[in-house]
């Protein structure tokens, strides 16, 4: 008599003499269980809401199934769990856990999912200043941009004596003929050049821009926007501006005299900066060869381009020998010798900025901020904001539920390995939703102080 097949039942290998067998019938499972802590640390610094807050609604409120609210978090909570595309969440729009994050677990009508697809979720993206027939949603840039200072600020329990601003601009690799394209010989390739602005791991801007212009362009205005902003906060703290040599123009540095904000920045070399080390560089050679390890010396003085600086500033010069050449390097600064010694600058604070690089790669390469895939900047930008906020929110849960952990210092995608893809089976009931992790998770005691923790910070 030939064997039953069920069609639906994969069979696999015997083990110890026991038939595998699979089959998906296992009901409502999902592989981020971790979310919920993330839905908690919404709950903690409320950016969800405000988010959806600075968006303006235009649709009929009887017609609609999805709120902003759930259309902002659906798109922030997904691209920090690792879903980048609009086309995932076809598929998400099903998931029972997104449901709960969301306080959304049924639809209103019998043709829709509790969650949105990607054509709503995609008319959001493309949403313009004014209403029209098919975008009925409009964003205020300028809301969403405060929203990251202001959250920034209230990480803080109290105002710090003193801050750093790192300011870096990267590239942003186009994927058609998009608008604001611009090929850059630096990058080698059509591209965007986002201006970043970060203080530690807070980010505080992400800034589009087209990639035809000055790596500096625009950065004073970033700054007098988010320093005014601090400073209504913090009125008396100390601001250091901090970024290599592609920011180091007038305008910038004379901004920053005249607004009180101190700066360091780096210098590009040329013949003249060449020879004022001269000596110094002639002794960090000869120690070097004697030692046969590398050698350095610093330089403390004061100078002024020939046309382009409106003033002599103070200039570091960094004179080493390492692996048989020269190596010199340059910063130029606000700060006198009595408040800093210059080996120290360069060492200590100017180098430190090397940090920010680790930041926009977790935007980018985590949090996929290089997504910028839409036809106009408006809706790139937008995506940019958004996957900042899934970065702001990543870092929240960081900084609050896991700064005595292992992962005190993980990076985004680590924390999202680790802590957000737990495979639960979920049971939902008329009185509860019970969420069914994996026994075996090796991350339970740091899940539990991280509940516990972002528990007690509350709404």
Not at 340 to 369: P, S, T, W
């Given at each position: ?212 212009i000055d790596g500096s362009a625009g950065a004073e205005q970033e700054l007098d926007r988010i320093i005014g902003r601090i400073r209504v906060r913090w009125p ?105 010694e210059g080996r120290h600058l360069y060492e200590k604070i100017y180098c430190a900025r090397g940090d920010m690089e680790n930041r926009i790669k977790e935007c ?96």
């Amino acid at each position: 008599m030939p064997t039953e097949c069920i069609p639906d039942l994969f069979g696999f290998a015997r083990v110890e003499g026991r038939r595998v067998e699979a089959s998906f019938d296992g009901g409502s499972i999902t592989s981020d269980a971790g979310a919920l802590l993330l839905g908690s640390t919404d709950r903690a610094i409320g950016l969800i809401d405000r988010l959806a807050q600075c968006f303006k609604d235009h649709r009929n409120a009887d017609l609609i199934e999805h709120r902003v609210r759930t259309l902002v978090g659906q798109r922030v909570l997904g691209l920090a769990l690792g879903y980048e595309d609009l086309n995932d969440h076809d598929h998400l729009r099903h998931d029972p856990l997104l449901g709960v994050l969301l306080g959304k677990l049924e639809a209103k009508r019998s043709d829709c999912a509790a969650i949105a697809g990607k054509s709503t979720l995609n008319r959001l993206e493309l949403s313009r200043p004014e209403p029209t027939k098919y975008h009925k949603i409009s964003h205020d840039e300028a809301a969403i941009e405060n929203l990251l200072v202001d959250v920034f600020v209230e990480a803080h329990g109290r105002a710090p004596r003193q801050i750093v601003l790192d300011l870096d601009a990267t590239d942003d690799p186009l994927h058609g003929h998009q608008e604001g394209r611009f090929f850059h010989g630096y990058y080698d390739s059509y591209c965007y050049l986002p201006l970043y602005v970060t203080c530690g791991r807070h980010l505080l801007a992400a800034k589009l821009r087209r990639s035809n212009i000055d790596g500096s362009a625009g950065a004073e205005q970033e700054l007098d926007r988010i320093i005014g902003r601090i400073r209504v906060r913090w009125p008396a703290v100390r601001i250091l501006v901090r970024a290599d040599s592609g920011f180091t123009r007038e305008r910038l540095m004379a901004w920053c005299e005249a607004h009180g904000v101190d700066f360091v920045f780096g210098l590009a070399r040329n013949k003249r900066l060449a020879k004022e080390i001269e000596w110094h560089m002639a002794r960090a050679e000869t120690e070097s060869r004697r030692t046969g390890e590398p050698a350095r010396r610093f330089k403390d003085f004061q100078y002024a381009t020939r046309q382009s600086w409106s003033r002599r500033r103070r200039v570091i010069g960094k004179a080493e020998w390492t692996q048989g050449e020269a190596n010199p390097r340059f910063i130029v600064t606000s700060l006198s010798r009595a408040e800093v010694e210059g080996r120290h600058l360069y060492e200590k604070i100017y180098c430190a900025r090397g940090d920010m690089e680790n930041r926009i790669k977790e935007c980018q390469i985590d949090m996929f901020a290089d997504r910028t895939s839409a036809a106009t900047m408006r809706a790139n930008q937008l995506r940019l904001w958004l996957s900042s906020m899934a970065y702001v929110l990543l870092c929240a849960l960081r900084r609050i539920g896991l700064g005595h952990t292992r992962f005190a210092k993980a990076s985004c995608g680590s924390i999202r390995l680790a802590l957000l893809k737990i495979g639960p089976v979920i049971t939902t009931s008329v009185r509860r939703v019970k969420i069914a992790m994996a026994s075996g998770c090796p991350y339970q005691h740091e899940f539990r102080d991280a509940h516990a923790l972002l528990t007690a910070a509350g709404p």
